[in-house]
């Protein structure tokens, strides 16, 4: 596999972007990985390595790139931290996601070892907005999109994301924690009803015996069978969506 650092162009600085890719000369479907509240950290890495070893050209981009170079220890060890994390995550909307969402694009366009067509993205907690937000603000661009214990999609502010379900053109995936107390009991039936009032494809999955952060292995809520099983899900949603080059075996 290729690893490189990238430093991209963004509305508010420079993005500072791992990317991976497999080694085979090839140009590769892009895939976006959205951080999490903690941000970026070597599990992340491992993730986005996995996805790349499916047959993807992956970014992950520092979204809390405008404070600076923001880096927390996990798990988290006490208050202060916890204050500074949730900050952070406070700083961030969906206006400024997409904004550097738009920075990621004008990379991939020029970036010779991501394929031309469709991309995906993937985004956990926080970051389950983002991707919603990302499939209907571009949807000529995004395909797939993976939700995982997502928070914000729905609310009652102007710019909530599933209010975009009509411009949505992505197959998307959800994978809910079946407890979550950062998911309100309406986000469900509202997001489903939104949906599939406007034909968005999707599939939506409420995992038993699961709570919020379920599929990082170094967090105490870890469930390796769901967590693995979610892989399954979103590599299936990936390989019937985002196609891969001629000659390439994932």
Not at 60 to 71: A, E, N, S, T, V
Not at 85 to 100: I, K, P, Q, R, T
Not at 115 to 138: D, N
Not at 189 to 196: G, S, V
Request: negative net charge; glycine residues 8%; charged residues 25%.
């Amino acid at each position: 596999m290729h690893e490189k650092i990238e430093q991209i162009e963004g509305p508010g600085g420079q993005i500072e972007t791992f990317t991976v890719w497999p080694e085979d000369g090839k140009r590769h479907p892009p895939v976006i990985l959205y951080m999490d509240a903690p941000g970026i950290r070597e599990e992340l890495y491992g993730f986005c390595r996995r996805i790349a070893a499916q047959g993807y050209y992956v970014l992950l981009p520092d979204l809390y790139y405008r404070l600076g170079r923001k880096r927390f220890p996990t798990p988290i060890p006490n208050d202060d931290v916890r204050k500074e994390v949730f900050d952070a995550m406070y700083s961030l909307n969906n206006g400024l996601v997409m904004e550097d969402t738009r920075a990621l694009l004008d990379f991939l366009d020029t970036n010779v070892n991501a394929a031309f067509g469709p991309a995906g993205c993937i985004g956990y907690c926080m970051s389950g907005q983002y991707v919603v937000s990302a499939a209907g603000t571009f949807p000529d661009r995004f395909a797939a999109a993976a939700s995982l214990y997502g928070v914000g999609i729905v609310t009652d502010k102007e710019d909530s994301p599933h209010l975009l379900s009509p411009h949505i053109k992505a197959e998307l995936y959800f994978g809910f924690a079946e407890t979550d107390a950062w998911v309100p009991d309406n986000v469900i039936p509202d997001l489903k009803e939104a949906l599939e009032k406007n034909n968005v494809p999707y599939r939506l999955d409420i995992w038993p015996g699961t709570e919020h952060g379920f599929c990082f292995p170094e967090r105490p809520l870890y469930k390796a069978d769901a967590a693995e099983a979610v892989w399954e899900k979103v590599f299936d949603l990936y390989r019937r969506r985002l196609p891969q080059p001629e000659g390439t075996d994932t």
